[in-house]
């Protein structure tokens, strides 16, 4: 038995009908950018995001991007963030000209540290950019206090969290602005390429709806360099069939990770650590292993795939090895050392993870 980190013919197979005659539907209208699906999908997000505005564009870079842009924030200003996270993270805070300030994370959930965070506040702070890791949400009440106190702006990069709620509101509802991608592999992924930014700022969603469309609020007028950044209606129709059912696959992704931990229980891994403050949407399940080049080569032998997000922090990366020389992390550091992502998805059977388990069981009894 083969197992992939993601597999997604199984949820295909099973909205196959549905998706084909949405898709259809779209072809004959021939209304394929900034069409009526992108339209419903955008009121839909924000209803069950439970915010005012919710703005499809191209990527999860692009909303990331865009929202830093919308907020003003640019050439000598500084974004605090993680540095255990994916490039893009970092790269949408050097796409306006700011600097990305990293600070520490939490050895527990991986996500940014709270106190890090407020000790790194400084004169040219002017937003915290949390990443909601592996789908479970970093701290954000806290978070949002510092940001209220010193006047910051709060940017959610939502790619791994879609559907995770945090004290009862969900991730992307907390910050001024909430960055979701909808790659394949996410949580609610389309068919290729797609992103959306949820707002409750109507200046911002004013000014992000400006930007998607090449600066342009009124066709052929143009108030400001903008971008060729929009979410089409062949993957919005994809994503409205899907949305009908996150919450089920959220739930599944939340009984994986139960068995799997439950099967862990004995064996030489950690496994991940809810802090109790949200609801973790496992986008991956990640565990800490402390030989993990023996563990990932049992597994790749038994056919089971596994991943390590991230090898290297931001802070290490050749990119910015000038803007952080001597800047030690050491939390992040070590994460990057020892962890190591199991194969994750709603579809992903009870027995496959028990293969997993006891894989990972007997390369330990070796
Ligand atoms: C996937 C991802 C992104 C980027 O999303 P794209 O849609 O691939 O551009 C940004 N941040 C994080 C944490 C991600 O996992």
């Not at 038995?1 to 009908?17: A, F, T």
């Not at 959220?250 to 229980?265: D, F, M, P």
Request: contains cysteine; proline residues 5%.
């Amino acid at each position: 038995m083969n197992i992939p980190m993601v597999d997604l013919r199984g949820q295909y197979q099973s909205l196959k009908e549905e998706i084909r005659r949405q898709l259809d539907s779209v072809l004959e209208g021939s209304q394929f950018v900034l069409g009526p699906q992108g339209e419903a999908l955008e009121q839909e997000i924000a209803a069950y995001c439970g915010v005012r505005h919710a703005i499809g564009v191209a990527s999860g870079t692009d909303a990331l991007h865009l929202a830093l842009r919308a907020a003003g924030i640019g050439p000598g200003d500084e974004v605090i963030t993680t540095p255990f996270t994916f490039i893009a993270t970092a790269e949408a805070i050097a796409y306006v000209g700011a600097k990305a300030v990293f600070v520490d994370i939490d050895p527990q959930t991986f996500n940014i540290c709270v106190d890090a965070v407020a000790s790194a506040v400084g004169p040219r702070t002017r937003a915290v950019l949390p990443v909601h890791l592996f789908g479970q949400p970093a701290d954000l009440a806290p978070l949002k206090q510092i940001c209220d106190r010193h006047g910051l702006r709060l940017i959610e990069d939502c790619a791994q969290s879609f559907g995770a709620v945090y004290q009862g509101r969900m991730t992307g509802a907390w910050g001024d602005a909430g960055c979701f991608s909808f790659f394949p592999s996410k949580n609610l992924g389309c068919y290729g390429d797609g992103g959306m930014i949820v707002t409750n700022d109507d200046h911002l969603a004013a000014e992000i709806r400006m930007l998607r469309n090449h600066g342009s609020r009124e066709r052929y007028y143009h108030a400001a360099i903008g971008y060729n950044s929009r979410l089409d209606d062949m993957q919005a129709a994809i994503l409205r069939v899907k949305l009908k059912h996150i919450d089920d696959y959220n739930r599944a992704r939340r009984r994986n990770a139960a068995l799997y931990s439950e099967l862990l229980q004995d064996a030489p891994v950690l496994t991940p650590v809810e802090d109790g403050k949200g609801c973790h949407v496992f986008h991956q399940y990640t565990l800490r292993a402390p030989r993990r080049a023996d563990l990932q080569k049992t597994l790749s032998a038994a056919g089971i795939a596994s991943a390590i997000y991230y090898p290297v922090p931001l802070h290490r990366q050749e990119v910015f090895a000038a803007d952080c020389a001597g800047l030690s992390l050491p939390v992040a550091e070590q994460a990057a050392a020892e962890v190591l992502s199991l194969p994750m998805y709603p579809e992903l059977t009870a027995e496959q993870i028990r293969l997993v388990c006891r894989t990972i069981a007997d390369a330990a009894a070796r």
